[in-house]
């Protein structure tokens, strides 16, 4: 393995660019010495997009045969794809394939990488993680693999930390969440709605993967969520996720103390809008390649306590931003376990405690 700390992401999708551009942006800060990207099809469409990436300072990595490819279309790539897995100390996988790359490449890549990050999709890629949450669970000696849990799990995982756990996992009565999905991202053309469209419940026990997901992410700390369920319904926006939540809590609480422990997560926003545009225009105007980095969005107003152990209200996704935040703080992890937190304070300043 290179003793330069190198960091290689494969994809430049909804996750992949804004990653790229965060990662290469803020090296010296995370301590990363360079950053490269695997992009597989040379693209007119996406040929500004790898330019912008490569000024910045990213280095591009293609397939040997794909090379001629974006030589036609002007651009140059700096290496092959499997000389940048060789010479990553890590490899972040944002694709919808990155299992089938753990099996078909990455495996032959373990002893001269140091850790292997997969996103929210590929269920079973590794331990799953979310920053904040589940940090001590990693294990430098098993955990080469990490998958860094789907933005809504962020989201259920955040506010049940806050509301519920701080008090201990039994304070914990139920949980159940609606998930209500935006139909696809603004960078995609395919896979619009034209009306909203119901989820099935495909989960005996949870319901849908969300709920399932959490479940995984604090049983990794020894703690067995017994009753979260949640559903998911889809609906024709482009702009962000949103969740109705119903925790219920075996301490009294009022809706004060309710947003006093939200107000004092640095991983959870606050807002009095009540509109995902609006929430959405924020981090366009103010985030980073227009992502919000906190985990939650919670409408205040929304926000109440029914019979005081019902917490009750909606909150909204921050659009990839906090997978952003986990994939960084895994990266930085498996590179300096000791000092990693330290490194990522240079991302306060993208999690907004009120949009």
């Not at 809590?249 to 995902?276: F, G």
């Not at 366009?284 to 152990?309: C, K, L, W």
Request: proline share 4%; charged share 25%; glycine share 8%.
């Amino acid at each position: 393995m290179s003793k330069r700390k190198i960091v290689h992401v494969v994809g430049t999708g909804t996750i992949g660019e804004p990653l790229i551009g965060l990662l290469v942006t803020m090296a010296k800060d995370f301590g990363f010495d360079e950053v490269s990207f695997h992009k597989r099809t040379p693209l007119l469409t996406d040929r500004s997009k790898v330019r912008e990436l490569k000024r910045r300072g990213a280095r591009l990595a293609v397939d040997a045969a794909a090379r001629d490819g974006f030589s036609e279309i002007g651009i140059e790539p700096d290496l092959e794809s499997m000389e940048a897995l060789e010479r990553a100390s890590v490899v972040i996988d944002c694709t919808p394939v990155g299992n089938q790359n753990k099996e078909d490449i990455y495996s032959r890549f373990t002893s001269n990488t140091l850790g292997f990050i997969a996103q929210g999709s590929e269920f079973g890629f590794g331990k799953p993680y979310a920053c904040g949450i589940n940090d001590k669970a990693l294990k430098r000696e098993e955990d080469q693999f990490v998958q860094v849990v789907s933005c809504n799990t962020h989201n259920l995982a955040v506010l049940l930390s806050t509301i519920a756990l701080g008090e201990g996992p039994d304070n914990l009565e139920e949980a159940r969440f609606l998930c209500i999905r935006r139909a696809n991202d603004i960078s995609q053309d395919g896979s619009f709605i034209p009306s909203p469209q119901a989820g099935k419940h495909k989960d005996e026990r949870f319901g849908t993967h969300h709920a399932r997901d959490v479940w995984h992410l604090y049983k990794t700390l020894g703690i067995d969520l017994n009753n979260v369920y949640s559903s998911a319904l889809k609906v024709n926006s482009q702009y962000m996720h949103s969740i109705w939540f119903n925790i219920r809590v075996r301490a009294p609480l009022t809706t004060k103390e309710v947003l006093q422990r939200l107000e004092s997560n640095e991983r959870v926003a606050l807002t009095y809008k009540m509109s995902a545009n609006t929430i959405f225009s924020f981090g366009r105007d103010y985030g980073h390649f227009g992502r919000i980095m906190s985990q939650t969005v919670v409408a205040v107003p929304s926000v109440t306590v029914n019979e005081g152990h019902e917490v009750i209200g909606f909150c909204f996704t921050p659009q990839d931003g906090n997978p952003l935040l986990s994939s960084v703080a895994a990266a930085t992890w498996f590179l300096d376990p000791d000092h990693y937190t330290e490194k990522l304070a240079a991302m306060k300043e993208f999690f907004f405690r009120e949009v």
